[in-house]
């Protein structure tokens, strides 16, 4: 079962390609970056994009620990540098995906979860524990209702971190 937001993410991988399409047609002149060249910026873009992150991941851990009363650990896994199809062809079949848009570039963001946290992060906002055994089922839509404070949390979070760089809006 496929639900609003698992469509909401083929949107916009649709959305994208159909954009990418256009671009292409328009910048016929235009000279590819290679990203993986040495001397690029992409390294430098790289350790910053990680160091934003990391501070990211230790505001939202504490904001996740206030909200939730628990503890709450968050890090960096890596950062890497792919295309939206490539990311969205990486996640999973049963997650949690929430699809947004970066403001003003226009830019798709993911926010994917563990089906396992999923539940956990449900229980915990339900007054429970968060560490029952996870049901082998999707969410149910009052469940994805209660997840959405959580997410709130984490775009204000990514948006707030992000503020340093560019004005975006998440």
Not at 89 to 101: C, E, F, G, M
């Amino acid at each position: 079962r496929q639900g609003p937001l698992v469509e909401n993410v083929e949107n916009a991988v649709m959305r994208d390609k159909g954009k990418q399409a256009n671009r292409t047609a328009r910048a016929e002149s235009a000279v590819p970056f290679v990203f993986g060249r040495n001397g690029s910026a992409a390294g430098q873009q790289t350790g910053s994009l990680k160091a934003l992150h990391q501070a990211f991941a230790r505001t939202l851990a504490e904001s996740a620990s206030n909200h939730l009363r628990a503890d709450f650990q968050v890090a960096v896994a890596s950062v890497e540098q792919l295309s939206f199809n490539d990311l969205v062809l990486r996640v999973p079949d049963r997650n949690y995906v929430v699809a947004s848009q970066a403001l003003p570039m226009d830019a798709p963001v993911l926010l994917e979860l563990d089906l396992g946290l999923a539940f956990a992060l449900v229980d915990l906002m339900l007054g429970g524990e968060g560490d029952a055994e996870p049901p082998s089922r999707d969410l149910t839509e009052i469940e994805e209702l209660v997840l959405q404070s959580a997410t709130e949390i984490v775009r204000l979070d990514l948006q707030a971190a992000w503020q340093s760089q560019a004005s975006v809006q998440l």
